[in-house]
């Protein structure tokens, strides 16, 4: 006999795979699954993901999971009210109105291509650098999607003549997945949420709306993007043709917006997910914070139409869980990406070797997008495995250069601290499960670490937002209860004072010797 309950889902769309997940009314996954999809490295630097590929990515895995619930009896074609949509952000689509082709691929947040438009917008805008700041939060910069858009509107014909004949839409992930679930060419829905709208340079963060000076500055034309909507409204319903027809998409936020939801953070209070890259957010409430340290101002999210607006400081790392991928996938020194830790555990120090990742250049705090990894301190004594926990170190250092920063910008009053006067970082992410990684995260920070009991915060904050949006949950509720503090797991630091400041001087060395890498000869 079926179990008729209430149920929420989401999709999850991330850097190296999508995920979709049915939970109950008591945020419970009742079914999953996931499908890693491929990474396309044309030429050095450069990043793309195949549009089609990522959408059929979402229809096996909403296909699947669907399949495993019911297989235990689930009835979710009766009681799923909402979907809700998270994604890796800054990624760009442009594909035909007509057609529902896409005009090229998808060129990844990571992708560094842009970097002679970033270097010719600074020499030729007044304000250089950063020049759009005051209207979107962000500089110049090849992480962000506007400049995509511009590389494509440049060297792509099928671009350029696509926007002439007004047959073009441009997107993030988001907005190509919702087109096509709501329809495609057959009515499918032109929309982006505020969260993934302002990572593309083009949004304005006070009026929550495309910034016509931008475009005007940039040569953008305003009606080949998305409208742009809050994370917890009804979208549109799912089209004929799709898992879960009907079904309406009622929450779109990206990714690290997602998390910020599923980890309930309030004013003050910052997480970190660990994934391919890293990307730390601290939610500084209804007002904006200029960032005067190397931090990103931006949205944190808006949990409806009326709902008031949250803000947050960001700090976003290109390379922390792609490290991991790149030493079993290029190097083949671990075969799965769990066995880091039990390597770097038969080591308890990395031997004075220092590995920086910077291997399409460094986002927070330093923005130089001409540093190139290196490996440093290496002798005869170096094994394998000083190299993995060099590794692991690299991820965590990171983390502190973030999150020192953010403690400039935000002041004593921006941050929540506990009884014993402690900043709490809320982490999650599958990087996460290391236990070391999280140990030695807490000891450079010299303060704790919260892991949550579920540490897929992303697709539950998008699942959060959709049944907010539908009434199964209320935002208060899910803010209030505390429950994540309650069930986390909590990594305190063994570290003294003078390991840490001698760590983090050796670590400084490390990253000033990355600068200036990115034209030595092949």
């Known amino acids: 006999m079926s179990k008729e309950q209430t149920f929420i889902a989401s999709i999850d769309q991330g850097t190296t795979s999508t995920r979709f997940f049915i939970y109950d009314k008591s945020a419970r996954i009742i079914g999953s699954h996931h ?26 895995c909403m296909t699947k999971a669907l399949d495993k619930a019911t ?47 970033c270097r010719k917008l600074e020499k030729e805008l007044p304000g250089g650098r950063t020049h759009f700041v005051e209207s979107c939060g962000l500089p110049l910069s090849t992480y962000f999607s506007a400049v ?24 993030t992930i988001d907005t190509w997945l919702i087109w096509n679930l709501t329809g495609g060419v057959n009515g499918g829905i032109h929309v982006t949420d505020v969260s993934n709208a302002s990572r593309t340079m083009l949004m304005n963060l006070q009026t929550l709306d495309w910034d016509k000076a931008t475009l005007k500055t940039l040569g953008i034309p305003a009606e080949i993007l998305p409208k742009i909507v809050s994370n917890a409204e009804v979208i549109g319903k799912i089209a004929k043709g799709w898992p879960l027809f009907g079904v309406p998409i009622a929450g779109c936020l990206g990714d690290q917006h997602a998390a910020m939801v599923g980890q309930a ?30 931090l ?11 709902a008031q607006t949250n803000y947050a400081l960001e700090g976003s790392i290109a390379i922390a869980g792609a490290a991991v991928q790149w030493l079993r996938d290029s190097l083949g020194i671990i075969s799965s990406a769990s066995e880091i830790e039990s390597l770097a555990s038969k080591v308890d120090c990395t031997g004075g070797v220092y590995f920086v990742p910077a291997f399409n250049g460094l986002f927070a705090p330093w923005w130089r997008d001409d540093a190139r990894g290196i490996c440093i301190g290496i ?59 999280m140990q030695i995260q807490a000891d450079l920070l010299g303060s704790s670490v919260v892991r949550p009991a579920d540490i897929e915060t992303t ?49 400084c060395k490390a990253v000033e010797r990355t600068f200036g890498l990115a034209d030595l000869e092949m």
């Open 296 to 306: 990103l101002t931006t949205l944190a999210f808006k949990l409806g139409p009326k």
């Open 71 to 117: 297989a235990d009896g689930y009835n979710v074609d009766s009681g799923l009210k909402a979907i809700g949509l998270t994604n890796q952000r800054e990624t760009v689509v442009v594909w035909s109105k007509s057609t529902g082709s896409p005009l090229y691929n998808a060129i990844v947040w990571m992708d560094v291509r842009t970097s002679s438009i």
């Open 379 to 437: 002798t005869r004594f170096t094994s394998k495995s000083h190299i993995a926990r060099a590794v692991l170190e690299s991820m965590c250092f990171q983390v502190k250069d973030v999150l020192d920063s953010m403690h400039k910008d935000a002041g004593e009053k921006g941050e929540v601290k506990n009884e014993k006067e402690e900043f709490l970082l809320r982490v999650d992410g599958g990087a996460t499960v290391n236990n070391l990684l």
């Open 35 to 60: 499908v890693e999809f491929t990474q396309f490295y044309p030429e050095a630097g450069w990043v793309e993901h195949d549009p089609m590929e990522i959408l059929e990515s979402v229809r096996s």
């Open 148 to 171: 995509k858009l511009l590389w494509l509107m440049e060297n792509k014909e099928e671009v350029r003549a696509a926007i002439k004949k007004g047959d073009a839409l441009f997107g």
């Open 265 to 294: 953070c309030r004013r003050g209070e910052a997480k970190c997910t660990y994934g391919t890259g890293a990307f730390i957010l601290l939610n500084t409430g209804t007002a904006p914070i200029k960032s005067t340290h190397g």
């Open 459 to 507: 697709a539950l904050g998008a699942a959060y937002a959709a049944g907010i949006a539908v009434g199964v949950w209320k935002e208060e509720e899910l803010f209030s209860s505390g429950q994540i503090i309650k069930t986390a797991s909590i990594f305190t630091p063994k570290s003294s004072v003078e390991w840490r400041k001698k760590k983090v001087d050796s670590w």
